[in-house]
């Protein structure tokens, strides 16, 4: 590993451009490398004011941030699991209806990303600004018709603090699960306990996701068997967007994107064929990604992190955007935030200056080997208990692009897999716009968004606002309910359908003209609901 490595950061160095470090810290010069360190746990980090609640959360109640939406209740701060670990939280209550509306939990991924990525550049009441100085209200924020709580974690992470000593997704979903007890325990957000839970995640929230979900259920058959106490959590939705979960059925995606996506060729074909031989090579990625899930050891994949990160995703990637492969680098959308969070840092009750990544807690996992492992299983386990579950992906990021998101799919072995396989794409609408195609049988459905890079709300998709699209599937989901076009939905479904039907040529075009016009004004009509 030590030897690729060299290899890889001397390769690097010829390297024109800058490469942004977005989700997925740059090491080295490679997205998503491995550190030429130890495994590192960083003990017991001073803040001051360092007061802290165990077991209790210390809020900021309606800070006057980000959200300004009259009426609409907010808070932030910690939940303290122990008195050297605190994690950072920000909810915001459904702009309607928030008492009886669903609870949505955010993750951004990393590892290592804070989830103010999430808050401020995809679908939070604000957003940042092209600029960088300052934020706008967002008509097509997730709390809309949801209670929105996002969480900074593992301890380490964005304005989360303290010891810094998880590396693995299981570690992280134990911690995330003690401060929801924490959360729920509090009079202010008791109430929404019984709602329906949604976690919704992104990128290395392909791992996060149904690592965290499958902990949330196992522990809920744990209290009703006596065995743990503490309070059940009513998860009904699984999202995960641009997430790698199943990194053996999803790396050669990487190979085959590189060479065919909607956009255009990302690499040459000498690249492209060397990155084909470092997949099927004997003792190549796709041994090492096996050996990995064989039971390998930590170092095993790790190894098989350094490598294929290089020799693969990096190499492919490298002289685009990985995240918006339309863009160059260096590819400053969406907008930093870093200045403006810090500037209203006390204002929202945060105890430490915050940054985007943490590569602490990204070098624990990589020395963990988390990435490398396989998340499929548990994500079988989630839908399998009734989870409805939706996988979607923006077409135009690389770094986890639909290719390798569809082969994992496809590979899932869960009760609505046949259904699934029979299944032909669907367009996907939003108020008339196609915006991506699906697929769902039972309550799991995977949505490929066009023109979407992997942060997928912060796209606008045609004629829609920033996140429209995205406010759609979300509700949908969240509120337990299938995907289903908007206007051409109904109205596109019913627009085709009658396009085959009109077409037997008893019906004019007039007719046709008219029947469209009537398909627009009722989705005129129910968008005003
Ligand atoms: C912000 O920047 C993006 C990317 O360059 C661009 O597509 C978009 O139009 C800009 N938005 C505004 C409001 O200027
Ligand atoms: C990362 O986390 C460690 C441990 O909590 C902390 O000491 C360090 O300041 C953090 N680094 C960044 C860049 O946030
Ligand atoms: C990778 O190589 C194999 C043969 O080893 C070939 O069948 C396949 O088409 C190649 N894939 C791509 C995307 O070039
Ligand atoms: C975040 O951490 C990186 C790496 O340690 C550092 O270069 C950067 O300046 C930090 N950003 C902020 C806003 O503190
Ligand atoms: C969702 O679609 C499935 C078929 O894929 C159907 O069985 C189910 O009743 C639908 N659920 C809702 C809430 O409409």
């Known amino acids: 590993?030590?030897?690729l490595f060299a290899f890889g950061a001397v390769f690097l160095s010829f390297l024109p451009g800058t490469l942004s470090t977005k989700q997925v810290p740059v090491i080295n010069g490679i997205a998503g490398g491995v550190p030429n360190t130890d495994k590192l746990l960083v003990k017991?980090?001073?803040?001051?004011?360092?007061v802290t609640t165990p077991g209790r959360l210390r809020v900021v109640e309606n800070s006057g941030v980000c959200e300004t939406t009259p009426g609409v209740y907010q808070a932030s701060g910690y939940g303290d699991l122990t008195s050297t670990q605190s994690i950072w939280f920000w909810f915001f209550a459904a702009r309607k209806n928030p008492d009886t509306a669903p609870l949505a939990l955010w993750f951004n991924g990393g590892p290592g990303s804070s989830s103010m990525i999430g808050l401020f550049q995809e679908h939070g009441p604000c957003r940042i600004t092209n600029d960088s100085s300052t934020v706008v209200l967002n008509p097509n924020s997730?709390?809309?018709?949801?209670?929105?709580?996002?969480?900074?974690?593992?301890?380490?992470?964005g304005?989360?603090?303290?010891?810094?000593?998880?590396g693995t997704s299981q570690e992280a979903a134990s911690d995330v699960?003690?401060?929801?007890?924490?959360?729920?325990?509090?009079?202010?957000?008791?109430?929404?306990?019984?709602n329906p839970l949604a976690l919704w995640t992104e990128s290395y929230g392909g791992h996060y996701g149904p690592t965290?979900?499958?902990?949330?259920?196992?522990?809920?058959?744990?209290?009703?068997a006596g065995t743990v106490s503490g309070k059940k959590l009513n998860l009904k939705v699984l999202g995960i967007g641009n997430g790698i979960t199943d990194p053996l059925n999803?790396?050669?995606g990487y190979i085959v994107y590189a060479g065919s996506n909607p956009y255009h060729m990302l690499a040459s074909s000498s690249a492209i064929s060397s990155a084909n031989s470092s997949w099927s090579s004997p003792g190549g990625c796709k041994d090492q990604i096996t050996s990995c899930y064989n039971g390998g050891s930590e170092s095993i994949c790790t190894e098989a992190q350094s490598y294929c990160n290089a020799l693969i995703l990096y190499l492919l990637g490298r002289n685009w955007d990985l995240y918006d492969v339309r863009q160059r680098n260096p590819d400053i959308y969406p907008p930093d935030f870093s200045t403006y969070i810090n500037s209203v840092r006390t204002k929202i009750g945060a105890e430490v200056i915050w940054n985007q990544s943490?590569?602490?807690?990204?070098?624990?996992?990589?020395?963990?080997?988390?990435?490398?492992r396989n998340s499929a299983p548990d994500l079988e386990y989630v839908i399998n208990s009734g989870v409805r579950t939706l996988i979607y992906d923006g077409d135009a990021d690389f770094i986890v692009n639909y290719v390798g998101v569809e082969s994992m799919v496809d590979a899932l072995q869960s009760q609505f897999t046949s259904a699934y396989h029979s299944q032909a794409w669907t367009p996907y609408e939003v108020h008339g716009q196609v915006t991506g195609q699906y697929k769902a049988a039972g309550t799991f459905a995977y949505l490929r968004i066009y023109g979407a890079g992997h942060e997928v709300p912060a796209y606008t998709i045609g004629n829609l606002g920033y996140g429209e699209a995205a406010l759609q599937f979300f509700n949908q989901i969240t509120s337990g309910n299938n995907l289903t076009s908007t206007c051409n939905g109904p109205c596109v479904a019913a627009r085709s359908s009658s396009r085959t039907s009109l077409s037997i040529d008893t019906v004019s075009f007039v007719a046709q003209v008219f029947l469209l016009l009537v398909l627009s004004r009722s989705c005129l009509t129910s968008l005003m609901d």
């Open 212 to 224: 965290f979900a499958a902990y949330f259920l196992k522990q809920n058959i744990a209290i009703d």
């Open 250 to 252: 999803q790396y050669y």
């Open 44 to 50: 017991g980090e001073t803040v001051s004011p360092t």
């Open 358 to 372: 943490n590569t602490t807690v990204y070098t624990n996992f990589a020395f963990a080997g988390d990435w490398m």
């Open 1 to 3: 590993m030590r030897l």
């Open 142 to 157: 997730w709390n809309t018709e949801a209670n929105v709580l996002y969480i900074d974690q593992p301890v380490g992470v």
């Open 177 to 194: 699960w003690k401060f929801l007890q924490i959360f729920f325990a509090d009079a202010r957000f008791a109430k929404y306990q019984p």
């Open 159 to 166: 304005f989360s603090h303290g010891d810094t000593v998880v």
